[in-house]
């Protein structure tokens, strides 16, 4: 079983920038379809990036242009980038599988807060 690791959230001002890592354990995840979710207050879990095996992305409207998401497979890891933070961005930050690639264990995610 995959277990998946956040990190890198954390307090930055509106207009900056911030890294997220995912380190996956316990199996390689290199043919998986990858994604990163995030949860606000509130609100309903929801994907916001993803990658697929053959390094296809796709990203929901509202990220589309800010954050880029990427893979080493070689170090079982995903990251997101994330440029021109905005106040609504503000949620947990989670990975795991994209589409049927969805696992059913989550990791504990990361807390990203964008405020002046």
């Known amino acids: 079983q995959v277990q998946l690791v956040e ?3 954390g307090l930055v001002q509106p207009g900056g920038s911030l ?5 996956a354990s316990g199996s390689s995840i ?15 879990r929801q994907l916001v ?3 697929a095996s053959d390094g296809s ?3 929901v409207d509202s990220v589309k242009g800010r ?3 990427s893979r080493d497979n070689a170090k079982n890891m ?14 947990v930050y ?5 589409g049927r690639w969805a696992m059913s264990s989550w990791g504990q995610g990361t807390q990203v807060t964008v405020s002046s």
Not at 78 to 91: I, R
Not at 94 to 98: L, S
């Open 78 to 91: 995903v990251y997101l980038q994330m440029n021109s933070l905005k106040a609504e961005d503000t949620a």
């Open 30 to 44: 290199s043919t998986y379809a990858m994604g990163w979710y995030r949860q606000a207050p509130g609100k309903q």
């Open 7 to 9: 990190s890198g959230g």
């Open 57 to 59: 992305t796709s990203y």
């Open 49 to 51: 990036a993803a990658m």
């Open 19 to 23: 890294r997220l890592s995912c380190a």
């Open 94 to 98: 989670y990975c795991n599988g994209a």
């Open 67 to 69: 954050f880029t998401i």
